[in-house]
């Protein structure tokens, strides 16, 4: 049982590339967050999936797209990098009126 | 709508001594409360959480918090630091409408431990 998982764990792009993270959780959680932690400001929700096939903005989605693959996979895409996108990004899943919430590791992006 | 304020973005107390991270919310709702915490360069892991149960909530190496209503608090207390608590702690509220099971995060407290 692996938990939730990211890839990349480090990236680093240049202005206007694009890329896109990939989250998979075996937890058999309906709910899928990304999530952007900056110095200072906590973390900070992107973009959300209460269920597979749904998605919905978060508090900061500007510049960014997603898609539930399936009930395991939840993807972040930067369609054109910008250096404000540098950040820590975070994915995590939870099952449904539990509201916890199961964190992966992380994966630090740095755009130039 | 639902917010969280840390009155301490850093702590430090010496290894052995009590430790307190304070943290005050607001909900519209009856709230779900935690605290994650995070070591250097690693995800968040869950220390506790309140749901309306008791209001003492006992945690994970020895962390506990109390919800107080009346003072709209959710602080985190140890009664010994030891080495291995140095890490960023986050106080989280969730709204308790069903299906919102969105988090808001505080904006983390530092915690430093003097050997």
């Known amino acids: 049982n692996a938990g939730v998982t990211q890839t990349p764990k480090f990236q680093v792009l240049k202005t206007g590339q694009s890329m896109t993270l990939q989250c998979a959780q075996d937890?058999?959680?309906?709910?899928m967050y990304w999530y952007r932690q900056d110095p200072g400001m906590g973390l900070r929700l992107i973009y959300y999936?209460?269920?597979?096939?749904?998605?919905d903005k978060g508090e900061v989605p500007n510049g960014y797209n997603v898609s539930r693959l399936n009930k395991r996979e939840f993807s972040l895409r930067l369609e054109s990098a910008a250096p404000s996108q540098t950040s820590v990004y975070f994915c995590?899943?939870?099952?449904?009126?539990?509201?916890?919430?199961?964190f992966g590791p992380g994966t630090r992006l740095t755009v130039t | 709508a639902q917010s969280v304020t840390q009155l301490d973005s850093h702590v430090s107390v010496s290894e052995g001594t009590p430790v307190l991270l304070r943290c005050n919310y607001s909900?519209?709702?009856?709230?779900?409360l935690f605290w994650y915490v995070q070591h250097p360069n690693k995800g968040l892991q869950l220390l506790l959480k309140?749901?309306?149960?008791?209001?003492l909530v006992k945690g994970i190496n020895g962390f506990e918090a109390e919800f107080k209503k009346s003072e709209t608090s959710f602080h985190l207390t140890k009664p010994s630091a030891h080495m291995s608590d140095a890490a960023e702690y986050f106080c989280?509220?969730?709204?308790?409408?069903?299906?919102?099971?969105?988090?808001?995060f505080g904006t983390g407290t530092r915690l430093t431990i003097i050997p």
């Open positions: 999936s209460a269920s597979e096939g749904t998605t």
């Open positions: 309140y749901t309306s149960a008791a209001t």
């Open positions: 937890m058999n959680h309906n709910s």
């Open positions: 995590a899943s939870s099952i449904p009126l539990l509201y916890e919430q199961y």
């Open positions: 909900s519209s709702y009856s709230p779900s």
């Open positions: 989280v509220v969730s709204g308790a409408n069903f299906g919102n099971e969105k988090l808001t």
